[in-house]
Nanobody
Protein backbone atom coordinates (compact mmCIF):
# COMPACT_ATOMS: atom_id res chain seq x y z
CA UNK A 1 0.00 0.00 0.00
CA UNK A 2 1.08 3.54 -0.72
CA UNK A 3 1.98 5.41 2.43
CA UNK A 4 2.86 9.08 2.71
CA UNK A 5 4.00 10.57 6.01
CA UNK A 6 4.51 14.32 6.33
CA UNK A 7 6.59 16.11 8.92
CA UNK A 8 8.18 19.48 9.55
CA UNK A 9 5.21 21.72 10.16
CA UNK A 10 5.00 24.16 13.04
CA UNK A 11 4.57 27.74 14.13
CA UNK A 12 6.75 30.34 12.43
CA UNK A 13 6.80 34.12 12.28
CA UNK A 14 5.96 36.15 9.20
CA UNK A 15 8.99 36.08 6.91
CA UNK A 16 10.37 32.88 8.37
CA UNK A 17 11.08 29.52 6.76
CA UNK A 18 10.07 25.91 7.21
CA UNK A 19 10.98 22.70 5.43
CA UNK A 20 8.34 20.02 5.07
CA UNK A 21 9.19 16.39 4.37
CA UNK A 22 7.09 13.55 2.99
CA UNK A 23 8.40 10.03 3.43
CA UNK A 24 6.91 7.75 0.76
CA UNK A 25 6.68 3.98 0.73
CA UNK A 26 4.80 1.20 -1.01
CA UNK A 27 5.32 2.37 -4.58
CA UNK A 28 8.00 3.10 -7.15
CA UNK A 29 8.86 6.65 -6.22
CA UNK A 30 10.12 7.80 -9.62
CA UNK A 31 6.97 6.72 -11.47
CA UNK A 32 4.57 9.06 -9.69
CA UNK A 33 3.58 12.67 -9.84
CA UNK A 34 3.62 14.25 -6.43
CA UNK A 35 2.30 17.46 -5.01
CA UNK A 36 2.04 19.53 -1.91
CA UNK A 37 -1.56 20.51 -1.37
CA UNK A 38 -2.74 22.81 1.38
CA UNK A 39 -6.08 23.45 3.02
CA UNK A 40 -6.72 26.52 5.09
CA UNK A 41 -9.49 26.51 7.66
CA UNK A 42 -12.86 26.81 5.95
CA UNK A 43 -11.41 26.58 2.44
CA UNK A 44 -10.90 23.89 -0.18
CA UNK A 45 -7.67 22.11 -0.96
CA UNK A 46 -5.20 24.07 -3.08
CA UNK A 47 -2.28 22.54 -4.96
CA UNK A 48 0.78 24.71 -4.37
CA UNK A 49 3.69 22.70 -5.80
CA UNK A 50 4.06 19.69 -8.10
CA UNK A 51 6.86 17.55 -9.39
CA UNK A 52 7.11 14.56 -11.68
CA UNK A 53 9.47 12.42 -9.64
CA UNK A 54 10.83 10.71 -12.75
CA UNK A 55 11.64 13.95 -14.57
CA UNK A 56 12.25 16.37 -11.73
CA UNK A 57 10.30 19.16 -13.43
CA UNK A 58 8.54 21.36 -10.86
CA UNK A 59 5.54 23.65 -11.08
CA UNK A 60 4.12 26.12 -8.59
CA UNK A 61 0.94 28.01 -7.97
CA UNK A 62 1.13 31.77 -8.36
CA UNK A 63 0.56 32.18 -4.64
CA UNK A 64 3.88 30.51 -3.74
CA UNK A 65 6.02 30.95 -6.85
CA UNK A 66 9.40 32.42 -5.96
CA UNK A 67 9.02 31.54 -2.27
CA UNK A 68 8.53 27.75 -2.14
CA UNK A 69 10.76 25.06 -3.62
CA UNK A 70 9.69 21.45 -4.16
CA UNK A 71 12.41 18.83 -4.36
CA UNK A 72 12.98 15.13 -3.94
CA UNK A 73 15.57 12.67 -2.73
CA UNK A 74 14.87 9.53 -4.75
CA UNK A 75 17.38 7.48 -2.77
CA UNK A 76 15.36 8.21 0.37
CA UNK A 77 11.92 8.16 -1.32
CA UNK A 78 11.30 11.55 0.21
CA UNK A 79 9.63 14.68 -1.08
CA UNK A 80 10.40 18.10 0.36
CA UNK A 81 8.87 21.56 0.37
CA UNK A 82 11.15 24.41 1.33
CA UNK A 83 8.98 27.36 2.30
CA UNK A 84 10.60 30.77 2.54
CA UNK A 85 9.26 34.27 3.17
CA UNK A 86 6.22 32.79 4.83
CA UNK A 87 3.08 34.90 5.14
CA UNK A 88 0.05 34.56 7.43
CA UNK A 89 -2.00 33.51 4.38
CA UNK A 90 0.23 30.44 4.05
CA UNK A 91 -1.30 29.12 7.27
CA UNK A 92 -2.89 25.78 6.43
CA UNK A 93 -2.69 22.03 6.77
CA UNK A 94 -0.17 20.84 4.21
CA UNK A 95 -0.63 17.45 2.58
CA UNK A 96 1.65 15.34 0.43
CA UNK A 97 -0.26 13.71 -2.44
CA UNK A 98 0.71 11.17 -5.10
CA UNK A 99 -0.91 10.17 -8.36
CA UNK A 100 -0.30 8.88 -11.87
CA UNK A 101 -1.32 10.47 -15.18
CA UNK A 102 -2.36 13.66 -13.42
CA UNK A 103 -4.18 15.92 -15.90
CA UNK A 104 -4.39 19.07 -13.77
CA UNK A 105 -1.94 19.06 -10.90
CA UNK A 106 -3.70 21.90 -9.11
CA UNK A 107 -6.83 19.81 -8.58
CA UNK A 108 -6.90 17.74 -5.40
CA UNK A 109 -9.11 15.04 -6.88
CA UNK A 110 -6.37 14.08 -9.36
CA UNK A 111 -4.40 12.32 -6.62
CA UNK A 112 -4.91 8.77 -5.40
CA UNK A 113 -2.92 8.79 -2.20
CA UNK A 114 -2.61 11.29 0.64
CA UNK A 115 -0.65 11.71 3.80
CA UNK A 116 -2.19 12.73 7.12
CA UNK A 117 -1.02 16.33 6.81
CA UNK A 118 1.21 18.64 8.81
CA UNK A 119 0.03 21.99 10.17
CA UNK A 120 1.83 25.19 9.25
CA UNK A 121 0.91 28.34 11.16
CA UNK A 122 2.41 31.72 10.30
CA UNK A 123 1.92 34.49 12.85
Amino acid sequence: DVQLVESGGGLVQHGGSLRLSCAASGFTFCSYEMSWVRQASGKGREGVAWIHTGRGTPAYSDSVKGRFIISQDSAKNTLYLQMNSLKPEDTAMYYCAAGRAVADWTRANEYDSWGQGTQVTVS
